[in-house]
């Protein structure tokens, strides 16, 4: 039986660590050949670059090397996949390998398409590369005021980011004393500041306590950077003097050119994880279509649920359990406080007040990551 | 015209079905159909809202066993 992984971020390595040790036997017996295919070489922590853009993470940080992160049992290569055959249970890649495969699962991930907008890749600052990230921080650092306006695209990973960073950007404009000649101008797609109905009931009077201004049902059309303006699909146009972006992101090319899924979004069925009309082909992660968060902790539950049904499909050749939707997000609150978002597809979060210990426990996580992408946590 | 886009957002709290709609209107044509599935009641005022907001059209509301079904059309 050949099991092969398709990246090697956070759901693949998590996925492809939880199946070495399920299967352990299994692969010494050479009954089961488990293969990982990415990208790169080095393992990125992405949510660091939230962080590295306030200055408050380096970008050494954000990396490990893969193969340090992987069961032995895993068959690694850095050779990033540009055709897959679907019907011939086949993918093949850029060194020209073809490999085959039983079960293929799908996690490459997401990327920032900034180019949907009509200037924003020239005039906006973005956190979502850690280029982008150190020329925020370049840029926040020379800044001498004047409106500041985070604008945010759909669908985007992380949807706790235009949150966090509206409340570290307070954060870190009062440390620099500037805070008097800031106005901060937070705006949002849908007719509330955040989508999760209870996350937008605590923050919108965290956002008024500390004077950041917001608009709502504000969609990206069009920024006139000689202008500095920046005009919604609603109607409404804003001046800035900075703006911040959480951009619209897109599947990865390669899945959208193959015609896996419109935009790069694989269809699959959100329970089983498998790719619409394929048994044998599954996604997690940033790039399903899921109308679920794109966030590492929903690509760490799917990892989970699958790793735990492709076991038990090699032992008894069927699935035991559904993935239920669960997501878990941390929300960074500004003053060293954060909160966190728990939910599935039944139930909604309720998030608590924030407090100072769930901020540290969040910077631990930060560290504590590299323990949970190898499974041991 | 194109055939109804459906869009299953039922139990999606984060992004949420009208989230869930903004996106998939991006790449849907003028004048297509797009069906949005939702078990939050909300959908049937925020949507609608944001709709008019921002110049397309409710074809169809209608609540069936606790889901939503709101069929919008792309006007521009
Ligand atoms: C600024 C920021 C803050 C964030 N904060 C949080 C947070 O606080 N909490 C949270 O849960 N999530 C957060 N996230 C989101 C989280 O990082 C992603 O949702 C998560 O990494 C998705 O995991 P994935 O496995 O789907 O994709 P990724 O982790 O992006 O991995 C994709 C992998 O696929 C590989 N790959 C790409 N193309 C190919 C190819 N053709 N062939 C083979 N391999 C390929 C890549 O090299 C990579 O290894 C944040 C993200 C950002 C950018």
């Known amino acids: 039986m050949k099991i092969l992984i398709v990246g090697g971020g956070m759901g693949g390595t998590i996925l492809g660590n939880n199946l070495a040790r399920r299967l352990a036997q299994e692969i010494k017996a050479s009954k089961v050949q488990l293969t990982m295919l990415s990208a790169s070489d080095k393992h990125f922590y992405q949510p660091g670059l939230l962080y590295l853009a306030v200055g408050a993470m380096m970008p050494d940080e954000l990396y490990r090397d893969q193969a340090s992160l992987l069961e032995p049992g895993i068959d690694f290569h850095v050779d990033p996949v540009e055709e897959f055959l679907l019907d011939d249970n086949q993918v093949k890649t850029q060194s020209g390998t073809t490999y085959d495969y039983d079960i293929l699962v799908i996690a490459t991930g997401s990327r920032p398409y900034m180019e949907e907008i009509p200037g924003l890749a020239e005039n906006a600052e973005m956190f979502y590369t850690e280029e982008g990230a150190l020329k925020m921080l370049a840029r926040l650092r020379e800044f001498e005021g004047g409106r500041v306006v985070i604008t945010v695209g759909v669908p985007h990973k992380c949807p706790m980011a235009p949150l966090e960073i509206t409340f570290m950007l307070h954060d870190f404009f009062k440390e620099r004393d500037i805070l008097d000649k800031v106005e901060l101008y937070y705006t949002y797609p849908i007719g509330r500041i955040h989508s999760l109905e209870n996350v937008a009931k605590w923050a919108t009077p965290e956002f008024d306590q500390l004077g950041i201004k917001y608009e709502t049902f504000f969609n990206m059309k069009e920024i006139d950077g000689d202008n500095k303006i920046l005009r919604s699909e609603e109607g409404s146009e804003l001046e800035y003097d900075l703006l911040v972006t959480i951009p619209a992101h897109k599947g990865m090319e390669v899945v959208e050119n193959q015609g896996l899924g419109q935009n790069g979004w694989i269809p699959i069925d959100r329970l089983r994880l498998n790719m619409e009309g394929r048994d044998n082909v599954f996604a997690i992660g940033d790039t399903t279509n899921l109308p679920i968060s794109k966030a590492g902790s929903t690509a760490h539950f799917e990892a989970e649920a699958l790793g735990e049904n492709i076991a038990s499909m090699v032992k008894i050749g069927q699935s035991v359990r559904d993935y239920d939707g669960k997501v878990f997000c941390f929300i960074e609150a500004g003053k060293n406080r954060a909160t966190y978002a728990s939910f599935d597809y039944l139930n909604p979060p309720d998030p608590k007040p924030p407090t100072r210990t769930v901020h540290w426990f969040k910077v631990a996580y930060n560290q504590l990551y590299w323990a949970s992408a190898r499974g041991l946590l | ?76």
């Not at chain 2, 709290?13 to 790449?27: D, N, R, T, V, Y």
């Not at chain 2, 921002?54 to 066993?65: D, P």
């Open chain 2, 1 to 76: 015209m194109a055939e109804k886009i459906v869009i299953d957002a039922r139990g999606s709290f984060c992004p949420g079905p009208l989230m869930e709609l903004i996106a998939k209107l991006k790449s849907a044509q003028v004048g297509d159909e797009l069906e949005v599935l939702s078990s939050d009641k909300g959908s049937a005022t925020d949507i609608p809202e944001w709709i008019a907001k921002a110049g397309h059209q409710i074809v169809e509301s209608r609540e069936e066993r606790g889901i939503w079904h709101i069929t919008v059309r792309k006007m521009k």
